[in-house]
């Protein structure tokens, strides 16, 4: 049986300084929306990158103002080491962990995905920083349907690797192919690890979402699986069931 709830994602981080979001399909998003609700509740939010993410004011420059004790630091700061192009670059591990003594929670970006709903990652991605305590795997769900090429970033990578072809459209079996070791889940701790199916939306049946979370629920009893509509502020954990707990 599987139970379907909604939740506060807030709820989720209780206690927790360093959170890492990989994947595609709305990692900038979701960060956002945590950053912002986390300020609205007195915390001193820094998010930063071990890649690249897109500059927001407020933002400061570490390879310019360094980092060090502040008594005006706002409740939101974004922090790169220098900016191109109109994107924080990557921060260094060192300067990850001096942002958790500065700040009461620290969102990183550790993959890019070009606004794709589903990527492949390079050899070199994604960057997770050693402190991370959870670490959230994005996919968008409007991948669903899609061509390969048209929905995953990499797709020639993906394709090369897997034997998958081009056109092959994204059905169920495809998007479930990306949560294993070699795509979504590289590097990640599974204890550690949150899915975050998001634009549950977009499908025109919600069975759809319901199904593959729970086939990810049976081939990873570790993970949480959630749905999320991230811009409507909707999400849902999903948790399997015994028998035998549901009639307790």
Known sequence: ML???RIDPLGDILGKRYLTFVG???????IEYLADRAAQHGKRVAITTTTKIYAREPYILTEKDGLHDRQDIPSLLWIGRSIENGKLTGVTFEEIDRLGELF???LIEADGSKRMPLKYPAEYEPVIPPCSERIFVVAGLDSLFGAVREKVFRWELFCDRTGIETDKIVCQE????FFSRDILLKDVDEGKCTIV???FDMLASRGDAIALARELLDRMPKVKVIAASIPFGAFYKTQKLSVSNNLT
């Open 104 to 106: 009461d929670l620290v």
């Open 3 to 5: 139970l379907i709830q």
């Open 197 to 199: 199916l998001n634009k």
């Open 24 to 30: 595609a399909g709305g990692k900038t998003t979701f």
């Open 174 to 177: 495809v998007f479930l192919r």
